[in-house]
Every structure is written in structure tokens, then in C-alpha cells.
């Protein structure tokens, strides 16, 4: 069961989209998950075959939790797709690691993915229990000495899981409910770990705004690129410029991230909040970067994203619009080490050339992780952010 | 196309994107930001799906005088 999100601590296999025996090409939807926040699919993270099912249609499990086997030219047997690390750097999908933290962050906390074929620790009572019930051993946490699998253990395994069929989706407000506890986790690990450092500085819009106007009078309707895009890209560029930070604190140390792929944080309609991944923000153009904001908040919003989606991100981006707030101190998602946030956009006095002008203009705000960085590159980020709106032509 | 029928694609659209509108409880005269939680990509989304059922062009520079649901659809009506 892949981690999909920092606030997930497990899953349940809605669908699978494959089926035993069936070939498989890295990067293809394989399942459908409900991770309590949203419905996501999953794909594989290696080409293979299908070789078997570990986890069936309506099951619970935890984060870390092999639920299928692939077997691929290279990786024959392992456990794919959920707990194998990516080869490209997306280690927010790896099981979570055990936390810095003083005390774990769900009361239980995922154990270790076992490797087929390796031993299962069970008593003897507990295995015959299991053959009768027909419960598959590898699948069943022990709680009893050194992770060894009890009777009982055994006998709450075989209760069938929850009996809602996987066609309906969860109404609306136990969605709502299970969301902000998804949400509630995360944010309680973020200020029980992080320390948080607040910077921001004021952006003039009024070049970034002027280019913008003349770009969309000669675009059709559907292909006009929103402010939001050119926050984006300018982001991506300056992460890029200060690396350390865009990636991830990790085991007390930082590791910095080989992409850059903005977290959008995308408010949903009934409450509550999806980060899906701009993936590779920084080597996108303006319109291609449009295109795929148009896409994944339809899709956020929808309940349709794509596991390397909800887990992927290495910065993210709060963007209050044309509606919210003037500016916002906003809560870093762990792992990652920053999170930029965007103001509304207003007209505010500006000194230029020695005369003061009206010009439209955003506060923007770095929250950044003071183990991972310092408010001294913090600040050349933010001049670097500012710098880049200042050439939209260039973005 | 009629004043009625545009008011109605304007609605099929919005509730597309908002469907918690009720349609009933809307003012026509009040600016629709005011009355629906729209974002910007909210916003072009309903000229998107607006503009794809009228054909009705919409430069980015007549966004202003779109706030209300009265003056969209005016501004609808001498277009189609």
C-alpha cells in the first residue's frame, strides 16, 4: 500500500484495474485506492506481470503493506507496487520511515512490507486457526512477542472487512470527517516537528499582469493562462536556483529533491484539501503548466488523481486567489521543507523611479523548515521568486 | 438563442462547477462571486463551458463586465 499523501496511514483496494496473469507497463494504473482523503489510482512503479493479488477488493490496510506481487524481468518477486522505492526520487511513496518523532504518528504504525518467501513469525494454534478461516498469513500483523502472530490476531483478520460495497462511495460527510482527520495528523506533525521560519516580501504584478493580457487577447478562451500558472513556474525556477529548499527532511538530514514538482494545495468544495503534484514544474512552459493546473484541480476535485500525483511533491504552493486573504503563514507538509504562499492580488502604492504609482501587487510568504535552511536563503529565494515575475516573457 | 435558454446553460454550467447551487437562491443583480464560492479556474471554467455551448467569443478584457448573472447573460444575448 503506497504512502499516498503525508497524512495517509492506510488504504483500502476499491478496484482492481488488472488481473492476474496480465502484463504491465511502469507508470500504468494498476488499482483504485480510498486513502479516507480521496480516490486514488495507482500505478506501478515497474513493467512486469501481474503475478498475484495480496490484497482484495474491500480490504484495509496499512501504509507499507505489499498488496500485489509483479513479477518483472529484473524484480522477479518483489513486492511491487506499493512498498518497492522508485527508482526516479519519489521517496514521499516509500512506507513511512520510523519517526523522529517522540511518539508515532498513528497508534499503529505499519510493519515492515515482508518479502515473499520470507518467514512468518505465528504460534502453532494461530496457523491452524488461519488454515481454517483461510486467512492468509503474510497479510496478518502480529502483535505478540517480537511481531509473532496470535490467535487473535488471526481472528480479527478473518472478520471480513467492512461490508460497503465499492461501487458507493462513502457519503459525503463521513468523507468530510475522515478528510479532516487525515488533515488534522499531518498538520499536528508538521508543528510538532518542524520549525517553522516566516519570511515575505511584496511582488509588483503590473509587467507580469500587462504581458498576461496581451498573451490572452490572442488566445482562445479555453487556452488563457491564469496568474496562477506564471506563480508556478517562477516558483519551480526559484527552487531550482536555491536547492536546499525543494526536497525532503528525512532521518535528520536533508536530501534535496532531483525535480521540481509544486504541491498545489487545492481547497475542495465541501471542505478539506488535496496537494496533487505539478510534476517537473521547472522545464514546463507557461501553457503546458496551464494545462496541467486545468486538469488536476478538475481532477482533485473530482476524486480522480494518480498515486504519482498525490505523492510526488517537493515544494508546494498555497494560492489564496483573487478572493482570499491579503497573505498567508501557512504549515509546511512533511516532509517537504517549504511552502510558498500567495496573497490576493490588490493595487498598493509603489514607489517607482522616485514617483509613487498605483500598481497591482502579491505578498508572498516563504514557510520554511529552519533544520533544512536558513531565513538567509529563504530570502534569496523569495528575490529570486520576485526577480523571475518581474520577466514574465522569460517564465 | 432566448434570454430563458441562455439562463439556462449559464445554470447547467455553474452547476457543473458549484453543485451545491441552487439556482432559486441566486440574485441576478449581485455580483456572482459574492453569492458562489468561485475561484479564478472556477470562473474561466463557466465562460469555457459558456463560451463552448453559445460560441459566443469572450475577450479576456470584457472578464469585468461579467460579474453579475444578469450581465452575463445580456452580454450573451447580444452575442448569439
Known amino acids: 500500500m503506497p504512502l499516498l499523501g503525508a497524512d495517509m496511514d492506510r488504504g483500502k483496494i476499491l478496484e482492481w484495474r488488472k488481473q492476474v496473469g496480465d502484463p504491465i507497463a511502469r507508470g500504468e494504473i494498476v488499482a483504485l485506492v480510498d486513502t479516507d482523503k480521496a480516490e486514488i489510482e495507482v500505478e506501478s512503479f515497474t513493467p512486469g506481470v501481474l503475478e498475484a493479488i495480496l490484497v482484495g477488493v474491500g480490504e484495509t490496510v496499512p501504509v507499507g503493506t505489499p498488496i500485489a506481487r509483479i513479477a518483472g524481468a529484473e524484480a522477479r ?27 508515532p504518528v498513528s497508534p499503529l504504525p505499519p510493519s515492515p512490507p515482508r518479502i515473499a518467501g520470507e518467514r512468518v513469525r505465528a504460534s502453532p494454534l494461530a496457523r491452524r486457526v488461519a488454515a481454517e478461516r483461510g486467512v492468509d498469513l503474510t497479510r496478518v500483523r502480529g502483535t505478540g512477542t517480537d511481531g509473532t502472530i496470535t490467535r487473535d490476531d488471526v481472528e480479527r483478520a478473518a472478520v471480513p472487512a467492512a461490508p460497503t460495497p465499492a461501487t458507493s462511495p462513502a457519503p459525503v460527510r463521513d468523507r468530510a470527517a475522515a478528510m479532516r482527520s487525515a488533515i488534522a495528523s499531518a498538520m499536528e506533525r508538521a508543528n510538532r516537528e518542524i520549525p517553522h521560519y516566516y519570511i515575505e516580501t511584496r511582488v509588483d504584478l503590473a509587467r507580469a499582469q500587462r504581458w498576461l493580457a496581451e498573451q490572452n487577447a490572442m488566445r482562445p478562451i479555453a487556452e488563457r493562462i491564469l496568474p496562477a500558472a506564471l506563480f508556478v513556474k517562477a516558483l519551480a525556477l526559484a527552487a531550482r536556483e536555491v536547492p536546499e529548499l525543494n526536497g525532503f527532511w528525512r532521518d535528520g538530514g536533508f536530501v534535496p529533491a532531483d525535480g521540481v514538482h509544486v504541491g498545489l494545495i487545492v481547497s475542495l468544495r465541501h471542505g478539506g484539501l488535496l496537494a496533487p503534484a505539478l510534476r517537473d514544474a521547472s522545464d514546463k512552459t507557461l501553457a503546458e503548466l496551464m494545462a496541467d493546473l486545468r486538469d488536476v484541480v478538475a481532477r482533485a476535485r473530482a476524486g480522480k488523481l494518480r498515486s504519482s500525483e498525490v505523492a510526488g511533491a517537493t515544494i508546494s504552493l498555497t494560492n489564496l486567489g483573487d478572493q482570499g486573504a491579503e497573505r498567508v503563514y501557512g504549515v509546511i507538509m512533511p516532509p517537504q521543507v517549504a511552502l510558498v504562499g500567495f496573497g490576493r492580488v490588490l493595487d498598493q502604492p509603489v514607489a517607482v523611479d522616485g514617483l509613487v504609482g498605483v500598481h497591482p501587487c502579491v505578498d508572498v510568504t516563504l514557510a520554511g523548515d529552519h533544520r533544512a535552511s536558513d531565513g538567509h536563503r529563504g530570502g534569496r529565494f523569495l528575490a529570486a521568486l520576485a526577480r523571475r515575475l518581474q520577466a514574465p516573457e522569460q517564465l | 438563442m432566448t434570454a430563458a435558454q441562455l439562463r439556462a446553460i449559464v445554470f447547467e454550467v455553474l452547476s457543473e462547477i458549484a453543485p451545491e447551487v441552487e439556482p432559486g437562491v441566486l440574485r441576478g443583480d449581485q455580483p456572482l462571486r459574492d453569492q458562489v464560492d468561485l475561484d479564478s479556474m472556477d470562473f474561466l471554467n463557466l465562460l469555457v463551458g459558456v463560451h463552448q455551448r453559445t460560441g459566443v467569443e469572450i475577450p479576456e478584457a470584457d472578464y469585468p463586465k461579467l460579474a453579475t448573472l444578469d450581465q452575463l447573460i445580456a452580454y450573451l444575448a447580444q452575442r448569439s
Do not use: E, F, I
Not at chain 1, 527508482?87 to 517522540?102: G, I, N, Q, R, Y
Open chain 1, 77 to 103: 518477486g518483489a513486492p511491487a507496487p506499493a512498498p518497492t522505492p522508485a527508482p526516479a526520487p519519489t521517496p514521499a511513496a516509500l512506507p513511512p520511515k520510523p519517526a523522529v518523532a517522540p511518539k
